[in-house]
């Protein structure tokens, strides 16, 4: 079994989508632990519930190089092989990417690469864009520009307000996210 690593800031619903599959069969892999650099984020809170280990420390004020050792001496104690960002709102350091080259994965909710950054659904909608979507792909040291392994196109509709074009969009982050984790790591279902 493929030992996963989610590292997340937020609300954590990447990463309930992909527990989901874990447990139903259709990624297989466990959670090995779920890291987070804001102690009161809600995925934390979902983790603790399920039973999953965590480790958390605020990042606030800690240097990124010394922040990300800490990060990673937690993953490898816990045996993590395959590292998803899950709404991680951090850039890794040059360290933590080389210790797992090839290996962390990430989710942004447009088709890169247009629209990186922060608020890519925003910049998507502000620019008037017909379609849009979301994109899984492997983590290297720019924002948002390693090779993409999977993308989902979502319309933009009339009528559509940021919120709404954001939430159709994370509809589609939720099916994307686990489906490209189960063909990186094998699934039990398929
Ligand atoms: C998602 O929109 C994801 O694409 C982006 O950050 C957001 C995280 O949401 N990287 P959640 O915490 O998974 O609900």
Redesign the pocket.
């Known amino acids: 079994m493929t030992r996963l690593g989610i590292l997340?800031s937020?609300?954590?619903?990447?990463?309930q989508a992909i527990h989901r599959a874990v447990e139903r069969g259709e990624i297989e892999a466990e959670i090995a632990l779920v890291v987070s650099n804001v102690p009161e984020a809600a995925?934390l809170k979902y983790a603790r519930e399920a039973g999953l280990p965590v480790w958390t420390m605020s990042s606030k004020g800690v240097p990124r190089a010394e922040f990300d050792r800490k990060v990673l001496e937690a993953l490898r104690e816990a045996g993590v092989e395959w590292v998803c960002l899950?709404?991680y709102m951090r850039l890794l350091s040059p360290e933590f990417i080389a210790a797992y080259a090839g290996r962390i994965v990430?989710?942004?909710?447009s088709l890169l690469p247009s629209f990186p950054g922060l608020d890519a659904q925003e910049q998507a909608f502000r620019h008037g864009v017909k379609i849009t979507g979301?994109t899984v792909h492997l983590v290297d040291e720019g924002l948002d520009t390693g090779p993409i392994l999977a993308q989902s196109a979502v319309p933009v509709l009339e009528g559509d307000t940021v919120e709404s074009l954001s939430a159709r969009i994370?509809e589609a982050?939720h099916k994307l996210y686990p489906a490209t984790m189960a063909r990186l790591v094998g699934s039990r279902k398929q």
């Open positions: 997340l937020g609300r954590g619903s990447n990463f995925g899950a709404g990430n989710i942004h909710p979301c994370l982050e």
